[in-house]
């Protein structure tokens, strides 16, 4: 009789992903910290570190950098909405905790955002909207899009 050895089990840990999410003035203003945040506790993820924060427009021009080569516009309003105002940033972790947090967000724009995530049940503004009053869109939530951008991200808001 022979044994068989398998491949030892991959330590969890080395699976785990983190990412970044910034729970915006509009959210903090209405209240639904709390509502969110539990969301993506009650989704598995694991809250790493957290930072209350009024940056400065210098940190949320460096945020959104990339932004401004896309859409110079956006990045304007975005920085301007941002600075200066209450925000709540998260490290987030867990298995594929990026994708996971974006699916629960939902798309950029609420008002197509799904019924179930964040962005679906909680808001309802339009990018539309938010273009004819100049202002950065009310979406409650930033979330990394990759984990490139996660680990870039969370340098600035940790260092």
């Known amino acids: ?13 080395n699976s785990i992903e983190e990412t970044l999410i910034l729970i915006k003035p509009d959210a903090l ?7 969110i945040i539990g969301r993506f506790e009650r989704a598995g993820l694991k809250i790493r ?4 924060a009024c940056p400065r427009q210098a940190e949320v ?12 516009r956006a990045f304007d309003r975005n ?26 967000i939902g798309p ?10 964040i962005r679906g ?18 979406n409650l939530v930033h979330a990394a899009d990759s984990p490139d951008s996660a680990k870039r991200e969370i340098a600035i808001w940790f260092g």
């Open 61 to 72: 021009e460096k945020h959104y950098s990339d932004l401004k080569l896309r859409n110079a």
């Open 79 to 104: 920085t301007r909405y941002l600075a200066g105002k209450q925000t709540l940033a998260l490290v987030l972790a867990g298995a594929n905790a990026v994708a996971k947090v974006r699916a629960l």
């Open 121 to 138: 049940d909680l808001s309802s503004d339009t990018i539309r909207l938010a273009d004819a009053e100049d202002r950065g869109l009310l």
């Open 29 to 35: 203003e209405r209240g639904l910290a709390g509502e």
């Open 49 to 52: 570190n957290v930072r209350w």
């Open 108 to 117: 950029t724009e609420p008002a197509s955002a799904p019924p179930g995530t």
């Open 1 to 13: 009789m022979t044994a068989t050895l398998s491949a030892p089990a991959t330590n969890s840990i």
